[in-house]
């Protein structure tokens, strides 16, 4: 049984950092998306970054580019979410993902983290 846990989350006042981990278990990765996503209160979910699992390859969403970094740690099957420069506008409960390479549709999702930026 595929799981995904996130952790991490917490109230950073703006300007902090943050870093969320996804453990992943039940299953090898290899040929799978790694994806982060967010929800704030009011508006629907949406992508912030991914990354290959066998590449590393990585892409995010304009809003977060050059203040968050997702990477991965093979040994521990775990996934990163490196957030720097936090604003308000980030707060927001952050999901981990996964789906296969070339399927779009996610096909795990993590229980979220909240994570809660103060001005």
């Known amino acids: 049984q595929v799981q995904l846990v996130e952790s991490g989350g917490g109230l950073v006042q703006a300007g902090g950092s943050l870093r969320l981990s996804c453990a992943a278990s039940g299953r090898t990765f290899s040929n799978y998306v790694m994806g982060w996503f967010r929800q704030a209160p009011g508006k629907e979910r949406e992508f912030v970054a991914h990354l290959t699992w066998d590449y590393g390859n990585t892409d995010y969403a304009r809003s977060v580019k050059g203040r968050f970094t997702i990477s991965r740690d093979n040994a521990k099957n775990t996934v990163y979410l490196q957030m720097t420069s936090l604003k308000p506008e980030d707060t927001a409960v952050y999901y981990c993902?996964?789906?296969?390479?070339?399927?779009?549709?996610?096909?795990?999702w993590g229980q979220g983290t909240q994570v809660t930026v103060s001005s």
């Open positions: 993902a996964a789906r296969r390479s070339g399927i779009f549709t996610y096909d795990y």
